[in-house]
């Protein structure tokens, strides 16, 4: 039972290089999330997709793009890194309702140079 | 900014002691309400949820909201070296029929043999 794959577990880019970060959940839910996590700072919601076709900005979306590419996928794009990218990034997905639980991928330590 | 407050840490208790987290929101039509434990390097897996006013057990565990004062607390009961862990608030600003979680920053707590 796999629940949240992510896809790498660890990075390093060059400043102004890109990357896609991968995503997919095998629960059937509807929506899916990508925070980042920085000491001090907690988790910050980037994006989320409520459901399929649909995605939204959250707290911090600058610098970053999604793609919804079906009810499993989700995905994440860095279009040109930046060290202020440099954060733990984790997917979330949960099923649909305000009492719905977050489920945590394991996790992509990305640094950028 | 809707804001989830948790109390500065770092927490330390002595095995077998009481641990009590705190965490306020500034939102008063948010619903749902959960604590979150990560270990270090890991990613955040649900321990509690928790939905209308008073107390809510499980094992060791008791979450208690006061939706009134807006704050939910976390209780560890007879408390284990393997507890020690950030613990992170989080609560639901649901727009709609979506799930939407804001984090506090976190408290780290430990748990001194």
């Known amino acids: 039972n796999a629940g949240v794959t992510q896809t790498p577990k660890f990075q390093v880019l060059k400043t102004g290089q890109s990357m896609t970060l991968q995503c997919a959940q095998d629960?059937?839910?509807?929506?899916m999330y990508w925070y980042r996590q920085d000491p001090g700072m907690g988790l910050r919601l980037i994006y989320y997709?409520?459901?399929?076709?649909?995605?939204d900005k959250g707290e911090v979306p600058n610098g970053y793009n999604v793609s919804r590419l079906n009810k499993r996928e989700f995905s994440l794009r860095l279009e040109s890194a930046a060290p202020s990218q440099t954060s733990v990034y984790f997917c979330?997905?949960?099923?649909?309702?305000?009492?719905?639980?977050?489920?945590f991928g394991n996790g992509t330590r990305l640094t950028v140079t | 900014q809707k804001e989830v407050e948790q109390n500065s840490g770092p927490l330390s208790v002595p095995e077998g002691a009481i641990a009590s987290l705190n965490c306020t929101y500034s939102?008063?039509?948010?619903?749902?309400f959960f604590w979150y434990r990560q270990y270090s390097g890991k990613s955040p897996e649900l321990i509690m949820s928790?939905?209308?006013?008073g107390d809510k057990e499980d094992g060791r565990f008791t979450a208690q909201l006061n939706k009134a004062s807006q704050y939910v607390s976390l209780l560890i009961r007879d408390s284990q070296p393997s507890d020690s862990a950030t613990y992170l608030c989080?609560?639901?600003?649901?727009?709609?029929?979506?799930?939407?979680?804001?984090f506090g920053k976190g408290i780290t707590l430990s748990v001194r043999p």
């Open positions: 979330a997905s949960s099923s649909q309702g305000p009492n719905s639980p977050l489920h």
């Open positions: 629960m059937n839910h509807n929506s």
């Open positions: 997709s409520a459901s399929e076709g649909t995605t």
């Open positions: 939102d008063r039509g948010s619903q749902s």
């Open positions: 928790i939905y209308s006013n």
């Open positions: 989080a609560v639901n600003q649901a727009s709609g029929a979506n799930s939407k979680l804001t």
